[in-house]
């Protein structure tokens, strides 16, 4: 069965700085897709960045990268310059395909110290 | 990205009556639709996936009974929680699938007195 693991329950950075959080997974398919959402107060859950796993180019988006290491089975998530409207609880999700059930991490709540 | 609805976001109920929640695909058609339930502070816990024309799937110990799911179009699924205890009360949250990347409903507060 396929696993998701978060281990920073919290973290915090400074406003503007960079921060990374971390996701490792377990899974013996080939291809998959490997997804951050973000949660803020609103509860919504909104899509960061989604990678496929056979691409080996790390996704970006704007202030949001990955770094992808698909043979350690590692996906942390970089958000640069961060700012206030960052916090919220950020969770990592695995699935083979996009429209198949997606396995979630545990989630990290993301502090922003003004 | 695409946009998936859910109806209502809040709704408080009395002990042993009924509630429905819709979730609807705005611009996609979705032949899978999933319900999750979120305790305060965790994360989603799949109850079912919907499949459009056929029975759901429930997660094991899911009371299928209890959470009736219908998905008779390709962009609604309806989550029911029939005779609904206090125990029930959280937040229900549906998403729906293009075939990369799943869309999530804002979610439904529901409150059991």
């Known amino acids: 069965a396929q696993t998701v693991t978060q281990s920073q329950p919290e973290m915090s950075v400074q406003e503007a700085e960079t921060v990374t959080l971390s996701c490792t997974y377990d899974?013996?398919?080939?291809?998959?897709?490997l997804f951050w959402y973000k949660q803020p107060p609103s509860r919504q859950m909104i899509l960061v960045i989604r990678q496929e796993a056979y691409k080996q180019q790390n996704a970006t988006e704007n202030r949001f990268s990955v770094n992808f290491q698909k043979a350690a089975k590692s996906f942390s998530l970089k958000i640069s310059d961060s700012q206030l409207g960052d916090a919220a609880m950020y969770f990592c999700?695995?699935?083979?395909?996009?429209?198949?059930?997606?396995?979630f991490g545990t989630g990290t709540r993301l502090t922003i110290i003004p | 990205g695409a946009v998936v609805s859910q109806h209502p976001s809040r709704v408080i109920c009395k002990s042993g009556t009924s509630v429905k929640i819709e979730c609807r695909s705005l611009?996609?058609?979705?032949?899978?639709m999933f319900w999750y339930r979120q305790f305060p502070k965790k994360s989603l816990m799949l109850m079912a996936t919907?499949?459009?024309?056929?029975?759901?799937?429930?997660e094991q110990g899911v009371e299928k009974d209890k959470f009736l799911i219908n998905h008779a179009s390709l962009t609604l699924s309806t989550l029911t929680v029939t005779s609904a205890h206090p125990e029930d009360s959280s937040f229900y949250i549906c998403?729906?699938?293009?075939?990369?990347?799943?869309?999530f409903g804002p979610g439904t507060r529901l409150t059991v007195l």
């Open positions: 899974t013996s398919e080939s291809d998959y897709y």
């Open positions: 999700a695995y699935g083979v395909f996009g429209n198949e059930k997606l396995t």
């Open positions: 919907s499949n459009e024309g056929s029975k759901a799937t429930y």
């Open positions: 998403s729906a699938g293009t075939t990369d990347t799943q869309y």
């Open positions: 611009d996609f058609q979705a032949t899978t």
